[in-house]
Every structure is written in C-alpha cells, then in structure tokens.
C-alpha cells in the first residue's frame, strides 16, 4: 500500500507554514479557517508550491527532499488532482477530456480508447461522453473530474473543496455519493474542506489546520472528545 | 414611497419627485447630446468619402496605375507582417501571461510602439537596421535593409505587434490557472498545455487581437515612409499610394481610400461573425 507522507515548513505572504500529515489508506480531511493554509499544503502536495524545506515522500518514491534537492515536476509526480470547480477543460467533450489525460500522461492507440471507456464506466458517464463538459450538472461534472483524475492511474488523490459547488440539498447527496466512492477506491486521499459535514463524512482522519500549523489530527470521536483547541470545538459543532 | 417616515426627503416626496424625474431627464439628453456631437463628427468623413464618389468616378479612380500595384503589395506585406506578429507574439504573450516577475517592464516596451508617433518609429528603425546603423556595418556592400519591402513588413510589424500581444496577454491571464495544473498534473508537458489547452481557450481574443494588428499594419503609413520610403511597387503600400495620388487626382485618391475602408470593414464584419460563432459553441 503506498503512502502520502510529508513533512513541509514555508511561508505564505506573512503566515510561516509547519506542517506534518501522513495518509496511508482511505482519505484524510484537511480542515481549518479560511488563510490557515489549506490550499497551500495541497498546492506543495501537488508541486505547484515550492516548500522552503521538508520531505514529500509517496510510497518508495521521494517527490521533494530540500536536503537532497530533490524536486520532482509537477508533471511527473502522479498525483490525482481534483480542484475546487474542477477545471474540466470547457472546449472539450466528456470524453475528450478524459482522452486529453490519457495522451497526456503518454498512453496512445487502442489502450488509450479502452482505458477511456473504462473510465467513463467506472463512474457512469457512459451516456454523457459526447456531451460538452459545461452542460452537465454539478455531480456530474464532479464525477468527470474524477474519472478523469482516475483515468491515468495516480497514486495519490488531492482533492480541494470537492462539494463547495453545491447547494445543501444536492450537497448531501452528492456527499454521499463521494464519500462511498472514496471508501471503495481504496487510494491514499487528501481532501481539503472548509465543512464539517463533508469532513465528517469523508475522512477517515481530520487533520485541523490552524494559522499555518496541524493543531489537531485524529478520528472524528477522537477530536470530538478532546478538541484541542476552540477552533475545533466550534468546527465540530457545525456538522450537526 | 417613504411617505411614513419623517424624514425630510420622505415628507417632500411628491413635488420633488417629478423634480427630479425631470431633472433624470434633462441630465439624460445632455450626455445623450454630448455622445451624439462626437457620433455626428465621426460620421461625416466617411459619409463625404463615400457620397461625394459617384459610381462611374470609382471605377476610373481604380484605373489609375498606381492602385493596383499599391493594393498588392499591401495585402503582401500585411500577410507578411501579420504572420510574423502573430508566430512570434502569442508565444511571447503566453510567456508574458504566465511569468511571475518583470512582467511590468517588458509590457511596457511592448506598449510604447502604440503610443509613439510613426514617424518616430520609422527613425528609430532606421537607426536600427538601416545603412548606417550597427546591424548595417554587417550589410553586404551595397545592400540594406532600409528602403526594401522587407522594410515595409518590419515597419507594419513594429507598429503592429503591440496590439496583438495585449490581447493575447489578456485572453491568456483570462483563462483559469486550474486548468493549467489539472493538465500538467496529467503529466502534459509545456507545449502541449499551451497547444491543446492554451491556444483554443484564448482563440477568440486572438483572433480579435490579430484584426486590430492587421488593422493597424493596413493603415500604416509615417514609419512606412521613413524607413522603407514610397517606391512604387516595392514599397508603396496603399496609404503611400494614396497620399501620391493626392497630389495629382483626388479622384484616385478617394477611390484608393474606398477600398481601404471596405477592406477594413469586410474584416471586421467577418471577424465579428467568426467571434459570435465561437462563441456560441460555448453553452454556458
């Protein structure tokens, strides 16, 4: 089983960044207030963020070592990335976007049509490949963004504010539906949330992000027994 | 409306409602007449180059030996000016677009061409690649580059170029960084990222921005003349060839500019509709 471990310290604007998290299997929940780093710890995870110093470890492969200068690209570090909104590529049709990664990621001819079949199969888009991606329905662009994530086999996911789109009664639905997803996917996962709810539901760990720094990590009961601090008392309140 | 309420403006509400309605109204009219001086003003050169030219006029102004020539090479040269402007400009803007630092800078020599008088323009190219420049000591003996039609090309694209590149700057920082990392994040490398995701989300604003340079290359005519001078056939693009005209057949002269403005037109409208069709593609 391969392993998110990472161990960053930085500095966003005037905020120092210290962090330590390790996902190993099911999905790990980043919470915390808004300007506490969240997005950044993902955008470092991902190799958008150069981190000061650390270590980014994905199974036996390092991705970034400050001390060894260790750098991995980007575009090579395959990690599945899912941003909030989900950027799906709006010139392209369902399909076509998945294709797009596919031939990104270097995979050509008649594997790249079966594993784009395979991929809207997987999450039932089979009768949507055609379609323009700007045409579909939030939960249906949630689950083209994954499938197309998916579709070049990453081995790691990072998903930023997967269900920031919805309205509260699609949320709970569509919730639901990821949080079963995820749990079957069995792939180390990092989602980053603002919402206790979605926390609640699809983190397994919830690692609170406060001011720059992991103040808390542990089960929802765990937390729920012990907040360390207001910030996590009030957080918890909010899922009910 | 605030009839209830005490409040000075509320208890006064009726007179000073048709007041102020017709004070909305006075102030409406004198933007309204102020917009329309200017319509009216700008309106009218076109209708005198238009209404004054009969049919019959037109037709003998475009036999005049200078009209032909003139339009050719214009239609040459701006191809020419417009092809490099645009190869060489939008990976420079996507550069441009995506730079973290001196972006300012490189901006803004890239923005003087647009506000420095063409003759000046013409000057500095001269300075630049003509006979007697530094590049010039290189010339073949005998040869410059000055007073060629290559020169009348590198003229079209010096004043040309900075139109084309901001709007591509601004189609490119329009489009979501997101995009950019989900591709690369797939592991797609620079050119392919700029090719297949870059290049068709910013098409519209570079098609717009390739007709505001084209525009600006057909219309050029001050660094023209410095730095590739008026040679019939070799040089005279149709604002040069119209100015010649003038001092001999006004006629001429007219018919020349009437074709450069139906040009000019039939390339924006088309244009226009090319932009309104690509846009309709989007279902947003």
Redesign the interface.
């Known amino acids: 089983m391969t392993a998110l471990r990472a161990r960053l310290g930085g500095r966003i604007g005037a905020l120092p960044l210290e962090f330590e998290l390790e996902v190993a299997r099911g999905t790990l929940a980043v919470v915390g207030p808004n300007g506490a780093g969240k997005t950044s710890l993902l955008l470092m995870l991902?190799g958008?963020l150069q981190p000061a110093n650390g270590r980014i470890e994905l199974g036996d492969r390092v991705l970034f070592d400050s001390d060894a200068g260790i750098d991995v690209p980007?575009?090579?570090?395959?990690?599945?990335?899912v941003?909030?909104?989900y950027?799906l590529?709006?010139?392209l049709s369902v399909q076509d976007n998945i294709r797009?990664?596919?031939r990104?990621?270097?995979v050509a001819g008649p594997e790249l049509e079966a594993r784009a079949r395979e991929a809207l199969a997987e999450l039932k888009l089979e009768r949507f490949a055609e379609r323009?991606v700007?045409?579909l329905s939030g939960g249906e662009q949630q689950r083209v963004a994954l499938a197309r994530?998916l579709s070049?086999r990453?081995q790691a996911l990072l998903l930023d504010e997967p269900l920031a789109a919805f309205d509260i009664a699609a949320r709970r639905e569509t919730r639901a539906f990821l949080a079963e997803y995820l749990q079957r996917l069995d792939l180390p996962t990092l989602v980053v949330t603002h919402d206790a709810g979605d926390a609640q539901a699809l983190g397994q760990q919830i690692a609170v992000l406060e001011a720059g720094r992991i103040v808390q990590c542990g089960t929802w009961q765990e937390l729920d027994a012990r907040p360390a601090s207001r910030f996590v008392r009030e957080f918890l309140r909010g899922a009910a | 409306m605030t009839r209830g309420s005490d409040t000075g403006p509320g208890r006064r509400a009726a007179p000073s409602a048709r007041a102020a309605r017709r004070r909305q109204r006075v102030e409406h009219s004198v933007l309204a007449g102020a917009g329309l001086l200017l319509l009216a003003f700008m309106a009218a050169p076109l209708l005198g180059l238009f209404a004054t030219a009969s049919f019959r006029d037109f037709v003998a102004g475009l036999q005049h030996p200078l009209v032909w020539p003139a339009l050719r090479l214009s239609l040459i040269t701006t191809s020419a000016s417009l092809a490099v402007v645009v190869a060489l400009g939008t990976p420079l803007a996507w550069v441009l677009a995506r730079a973290q630092r001196a972006t300012r800078l490189v901006e803004t020599v890239l923005e003087l061409p647009i506000v420095i008088p063409p003759a000046v323009a013409g000057i500095a190219l001269l300075l630049a690649f003509g006979r007697r420049s530094l590049l010039g000591a290189l010339y073949p003996p005998g040869w410059s580059l000055s007073f060629t039609t290559s020169a009348v090309v590198l003229a079209q694209v010096f004043v040309s170029a900075p139109f084309f590149v901001q709007a591509a700057l601004s189609a490119f920082r329009r489009i979501?960084p997101?995009?950019l990392?989900?591709?690369?994040?797939?592991?797609?490398?620079p050119l392919?990222v700029f090719a297949?995701?870059g290049l068709?989300?910013a098409a519209p604003g570079l098609l717009a921005g390739a007709l505001l340079s084209w525009a600006r290359a057909l219309g050029e005519f001050g660094a023209t003349l410095m730095f590739a001078g008026n040679l019939e056939g070799k040089t005279q693009t149709l604002p040069l060839a119209i100015y010649t005209a003038m001092e001999a057949d006004l006629r001429a002269a007219q018919s020349l500019s009437i074709v450069l403005v139906v040009l000019a037109l039939l390339l924006l409208v088309g244009v226009r509709a090319l932009l309104r069709s690509l846009d309709g593609g989007?279902?947003?």
Request: aromatic share 8%; net charge positive.
């Open positions: 991902l958008a980007l575009e090579d570090r395959r990690l599945g990335y941003p909030q909104e950027a590529f709006p010139h797009f990664a596919l990104s990621s270097g323009r700007t045409a994530a070049v990453p | 979501d997101h995009l990392l989900v591709a690369r994040s797939f592991g797609a490398h392919r297949r995701v068709p989300l989007e279902v947003r």
